[in-house]
């Protein structure tokens, strides 16, 4: 089984190409292969099928509806393959489709939209096609972000956000449900700038700055559009 190696703003993901079908995977392979001491190391596995259509498996072996980090590393991956001569894709996700457009490494993303409701103390729950909280807080680096995540029992993306440095500029780290704390996170990141939007602290053109880098976040249109980088890290073959 031949794996590319791509990660978006260090948030990392082992590409399978499987146009063919011929390799299907399951969780204990994810978790296996995504082990950092034990296997290759990733964030997720993603199988890529015919279509194309994103099979997404988190470190933990769950399933996962979406990443717009890993949309973006299988779209950098098709076209490095030849697979697809690109600039636009549209990639199947069990999200819905997404429309994703190449430029060198970097890729910009139709989202969808998001539906937001109130959640537990001053959170906001923002379904991106998958699950996410939001939190804003004076300082992200000074919060316990595993005790956070454990008040939504594991359910939900955590996101905790902060003003600033600049106008219309967020920092967050996040908590990915199936992972822990990652560099980056692409959904979480639309995620946040709804959230901060709706609570007015960003207008509808955000950079949102995360430990891994920064990416931008454009509410003004009927899809939210993410716009960030992907980077190939490896090929690599597992038995």
């Not at 894709?89 to 069990?94: G, K, L, N, P, Y």
């Not at 457009?101 to 991106?128: F, I, K, R, W, Y």
């Not at 905790?160 to 992972?179: F, N, Q, S």
């Amino acid at each position: 089984m031949k794996l590319e190696k791509y990660h978006g703003l260090g948030n990392d993901f082992l590409v399978l190409l499987d146009l063919d079908g011929l390799h299907p995977v399951d969780g204990a392979t994810a978790r296996a292969l995504c082990d950092r001491h034990r296997g290759v190391g990733a964030d997720g596995l993603i199988r890529v099928t015919e279509g194309p259509t994103m099979e997404l498996y988190n470190a933990d072996g769950s399933r996962a509806e979406m990443s717009g980090n890993g949309i973006r590393c299988l779209a950098l991956a098709l076209v490095d393959a030849g697979l697809e001569a690109g600039p636009e894709i549209v990639v199947a996700t069990d999200a819905g489709p997404r429309r994703v457009v190449v430029d060198g490494n970097m890729a910009q993303v139709d989202m969808g939209t998001a539906a937001v409701e109130p959640g537990p103390g001053q959170s906001l729950l923002v379904d991106m096609g998958n699950p996410h909280a939001v939190i804003e807080v004076q300082d992200p680096d000074d919060v316990d972000l595993g005790r956070e995540a454990r008040r939504f029992g594991g359910e939900v993306n955590l996101e905790v956000v902060a003003a600033g440095p600049g106008p219309d500029e967020l920092t967050m780290r996040v908590w990915e449900r199936g992972v822990g704390e990652t560099l980056a996170c692409g959904t979480g990141a639309c995620a946040a700038a709804v959230a901060a939007h709706t609570w007015g602290l960003v207008g509808r053109r955000v950079t949102i700055h995360q430990p891994g880098g920064a990416v931008q976040v454009d509410l003004t249109g009927p899809q939210i559009v993410l716009t960030g980088p992907a980077t190939w890290v490896a090929t690599v073959e597992v038995r």
